[in-house]
């Protein structure tokens, strides 16, 4: 069952890679995901993976210039496991991410940088439920079956506080603030 569901996996994301690819095998677009509406709430959701290396997957918050935050390995995330990123995206923000070979080899591919893209395989068919591929052997030499590291990023509305309640909160503010005698 688990082979069946790796080998559909893996062909789903092949001919995504295959028809993200175009004419020529060597030009790649920017694999990059973008937040669909304004005060998206981003959640990582792991899929698969069928790798011999060990590899983490990082979320990088490039509008901060922080520092990469690792959500999983691929050998001890469970399927399903989610992980919420700690702040809201403007609508067109750039959700960035890395994954780095920690066994098995050493190298680290980010959507930031554009050497690394034929490294990443991106389904936005569906802009709210992005499905994402990695190939975790440095272009040419891997086999591009973007298996080794499968996982969702999820965009969800997250909720807008009322103007009255805002209101309410910022009178309070202006109440607790101590007067001048």
């Known amino acids: 069952m688990k082979n069946t569901r790796i080998a559909i996996v893996s062909a789903a994301i092949g001919a ?7 004419a020529s095998a060597d030009v790649y677009t920017d694999p990059g995901v973008f937040a669909p509406f304004g005060n998206a709430q981003v959640d990582f959701v792991w899929v698969d993976s069928n790798a011999g290396y060990t590899g983490e997957l990082q979320w990088v ?3 901060f210039e922080g520092a990469p935050q690792t959500l999983w390995s691929n050998h ?22 890395r994954y780095e070979i920690t066994n ?6 980010a959507t930031y940088v554009e050497n690394d893209w034929a490294q990443f395989s991106v389904d936005v068919s569906d ?5 994402v591929g990695i190939e975790d052997i440095r272009y040419p030499n891997g086999d591009m079956d973007h298996n080794d590291a499968i996982f969702r990023i ?10 009255g309640a ?16």
């Open 61 to 63: 918050d490039t509008a």
């Open 166 to 181: 805002l209101a309410l909160l910022s009178m309070g503010g202006l109440l607790a603030v101590p007067r001048r005698r």
């Open 104 to 109: 098995g080899g050493v190298d680290v591919f």
């Open 76 to 97: 001890n995330a469970d399927i399903g496991e989610t992980y919420r990123v700690s702040r809201l995206f403007n609508m067109g923000e750039r959700v960035d991410f």
């Open 154 to 163: 999820v965009f969800t509305q997250a909720a807008v506080p009322a103007p």
């Open 16 to 22: 995504m890679t295959l028809l993200s690819s175009g």
């Open 127 to 131: 802009p709210n439920n992005v499905l």
